[in-house]
Protein backbone atom coordinates (compact mmCIF):
# COMPACT_ATOMS: atom_id res chain seq x y z
CA UNK A 1 0.00 0.00 0.00
CA UNK A 2 1.48 3.45 -0.78
CA UNK A 3 0.86 6.24 1.64
CA UNK A 4 -0.83 9.35 0.69
CA UNK A 5 -0.88 12.74 1.91
CA UNK A 6 -4.52 13.55 3.64
CA UNK A 7 -4.09 17.36 4.76
CA UNK A 8 -1.70 19.58 6.47
CA UNK A 9 -2.35 21.92 8.92
CA UNK A 10 -1.83 25.70 9.22
CA UNK A 11 -1.88 29.13 10.35
CA UNK A 12 -3.87 31.99 8.59
CA UNK A 13 -4.61 35.23 10.18
CA UNK A 14 -8.03 35.08 8.36
CA UNK A 15 -9.03 30.90 7.38
CA UNK A 16 -12.19 32.41 5.51
CA UNK A 17 -10.32 34.49 3.56
CA UNK A 18 -7.80 31.78 2.22
CA UNK A 19 -10.63 29.53 2.21
CA UNK A 20 -12.70 31.63 0.07
CA UNK A 21 -9.38 32.47 -2.92
CA UNK A 22 -8.43 28.89 -2.57
CA UNK A 23 -12.16 28.12 -3.79
CA UNK A 24 -11.84 30.97 -6.40
CA UNK A 25 -8.25 29.92 -7.67
CA UNK A 26 -8.13 25.85 -7.21
CA UNK A 27 -11.96 24.85 -7.21
CA UNK A 28 -11.64 23.62 -3.90
CA UNK A 29 -14.76 23.57 -1.80
CA UNK A 30 -15.15 23.54 2.22
CA UNK A 31 -15.52 20.21 3.86
CA UNK A 32 -15.74 21.77 7.30
CA UNK A 33 -14.97 24.74 9.53
CA UNK A 34 -15.57 25.10 13.46
CA UNK A 35 -14.04 25.86 16.89
CA UNK A 36 -10.61 24.18 17.07
CA UNK A 37 -7.71 23.73 19.34
CA UNK A 38 -7.51 26.20 22.49
CA UNK A 39 -10.26 28.28 21.37
CA UNK A 40 -9.23 28.73 17.46
CA UNK A 41 -11.21 28.51 14.34
CA UNK A 42 -10.58 26.48 11.56
CA UNK A 43 -11.73 25.67 7.96
CA UNK A 44 -10.99 22.53 6.33
CA UNK A 45 -11.15 23.16 2.13
CA UNK A 46 -9.62 21.33 -0.66
CA UNK A 47 -11.49 18.21 -2.36
CA UNK A 48 -12.61 14.61 -1.73
CA UNK A 49 -9.20 13.47 -1.19
CA UNK A 50 -6.79 15.72 0.36
CA UNK A 51 -7.13 19.09 2.10
CA UNK A 52 -5.42 21.96 3.97
CA UNK A 53 -6.86 23.02 7.35
CA UNK A 54 -6.61 26.70 8.02
CA UNK A 55 -6.54 27.43 11.53
CA UNK A 56 -6.58 30.36 13.54
CA UNK A 57 -5.82 30.90 16.94
CA UNK A 58 -7.49 32.54 19.20
CA UNK A 59 -4.92 34.97 20.28
CA UNK A 60 -4.79 35.56 16.95
CA UNK A 61 -1.81 34.51 14.38
CA UNK A 62 1.77 36.11 15.12
CA UNK A 63 4.09 36.98 12.00
CA UNK A 64 5.41 33.38 10.95
CA UNK A 65 9.02 32.31 11.22
CA UNK A 66 11.89 32.46 8.21
CA UNK A 67 11.84 29.86 6.43
CA UNK A 68 14.08 27.34 4.92
CA UNK A 69 16.15 27.93 7.92
CA UNK A 70 14.34 27.06 10.92
CA UNK A 71 13.61 23.31 11.79
CA UNK A 72 9.67 22.85 11.34
CA UNK A 73 8.90 25.71 9.46
CA UNK A 74 6.20 25.60 6.54
CA UNK A 75 8.76 26.17 3.45
CA UNK A 76 6.17 25.95 0.37
CA UNK A 77 3.11 23.84 -0.26
CA UNK A 78 2.93 22.61 -3.88
CA UNK A 79 -0.44 22.58 -5.86
CA UNK A 80 -0.71 19.95 -9.24
CA UNK A 81 -3.05 21.59 -11.48
CA UNK A 82 -4.02 20.94 -15.20
CA UNK A 83 -4.06 24.38 -16.74
CA UNK A 84 -1.02 26.42 -15.30
CA UNK A 85 -1.89 29.85 -17.47
CA UNK A 86 -5.25 29.36 -16.62
CA UNK A 87 -4.67 28.80 -12.51
CA UNK A 88 -1.90 31.87 -13.02
CA UNK A 89 -4.76 34.24 -14.54
CA UNK A 90 -6.62 33.45 -11.76
CA UNK A 91 -3.74 34.05 -9.14
CA UNK A 92 -3.51 37.50 -10.32
CA UNK A 93 -7.06 37.97 -10.31
CA UNK A 94 -7.34 37.33 -6.51
CA UNK A 95 -4.69 39.94 -6.19
CA UNK A 96 -1.15 37.45 -5.35
CA UNK A 97 1.72 38.54 -7.85
CA UNK A 98 3.22 35.01 -9.38
CA UNK A 99 6.72 34.87 -9.03
CA UNK A 100 9.35 32.44 -9.95
CA UNK A 101 8.45 30.26 -13.13
CA UNK A 102 10.50 27.15 -13.91
CA UNK A 103 10.16 24.18 -16.68
CA UNK A 104 12.13 21.45 -16.06
CA UNK A 105 10.67 17.38 -16.01
CA UNK A 106 8.73 16.56 -15.07
CA UNK A 107 6.73 19.95 -15.21
CA UNK A 108 6.26 23.73 -15.34
CA UNK A 109 5.62 25.22 -12.41
CA UNK A 110 5.88 28.85 -10.69
CA UNK A 111 5.54 30.63 -6.72
CA UNK A 112 3.37 33.10 -5.16
CA UNK A 113 2.50 34.16 -1.97
CA UNK A 114 -0.54 34.73 -0.31
CA UNK A 115 -1.38 37.46 2.35
CA UNK A 116 0.02 35.39 5.48
CA UNK A 117 3.28 34.71 3.31
CA UNK A 118 2.52 31.01 2.76
CA UNK A 119 4.45 30.11 -0.65
CA UNK A 120 2.33 28.16 -2.79
CA UNK A 121 4.06 26.34 -5.72
CA UNK A 122 1.88 25.70 -8.64
CA UNK A 123 2.54 22.92 -10.93
CA UNK A 124 1.31 21.63 -14.13
CA UNK A 125 2.62 17.68 -15.78
CA UNK A 126 -0.13 17.95 -18.37
Do not use: C
Not at 11 to 33: E, K, L, S, Y
Not at 38 to 44: A, I, L, R, S, Y
Not at 86 to 111: C, L, M, N, S
Amino acid sequence: MTAVLEHANFTVADPNRTARWMQDVFGWHIRWQGEALDDGFTVHVGTEHSYVALYRPATGAKDPVPRYVNAGALNHIAIVVDDLEGTEAKVRAAGFIPGEHHDYEPGQRFYFHDENDVEYEVVSYA
